[in-house]
């Protein structure tokens, strides 16, 4: 069922009022990487990251800015914080532990390649993990 302006009467506008890092490194990643669901929830946690890494939006929030279900929100997520066969893991999520704090989620992309940094076959850096003692 669509949402009507009556259900988004406690949820704020989606507001870009400056530089949001991380967009242009969503907005790179190669198209198989993600879904185009995924993708989407991924600009609109980059818009809403002040720092490029981190964000607290509730998934009402982000089910409302993406035009989404919350449960299809929720999913995607989980998705996005497991990797697959040909990507890492391109969210992290900490749950709050008490109250009525906001579950934080890490945006874990990787940056395009830089001269000093070595790259994968397909040109990308692995995400802002330390490497494995075996390699």
């Known amino acids: 069922m669509p949402r009507t302006a009556s259900d ?11 530089a949001r890092p991380a967009v242009a490194r969503v907005a ?3 198209p198989n990487w993600v879904t185009q669901g995924q993708r989407l ?5 980059a818009c809403d990251s ?13 089910a409302a800015w ?5 449960s299809s929100v929720i999913e995607l997520i989980n998705q996005l914080c497991a990797p697959t066969d040909i990507r890492p ?8 532990s008490r109250g009525r704090m906001r579950t934080t989620y ?10 000093n940094r070595p790259a994968s076959s ?7 993990r330390p490497a494995s003692p075996d390699g």
Not at 51 to 62: I, M, N, R, V
Not at 66 to 70: F, K, L, V
Not at 123 to 128: D, I
Request: proline letters at 11%; glycine letters at 10%; a negative charge.
């Open 122 to 128: 397909d040109g990308w850096t692995q995400p802002n």
């Open 8 to 18: 988004m009467t406690n949820i704020g506008p989606l507001v870009v009022d400056g």
């Open 50 to 62: 002040f720092d490029g890494e981190t964000d607290k939006p509730g998934a009402e929030q982000l």
């Open 28 to 30: 790179a990643l190669p």
């Open 89 to 96: 893991a391109l969210l992290a999520r900490k749950d709050a």
């Open 106 to 115: 890490l945006l874990d992309l990787p940056k395009p390649m830089t001269p």
């Open 66 to 70: 993406t035009g989404m279900h919350r």
């Open 41 to 45: 929830l991924l600009l609109v946690l």
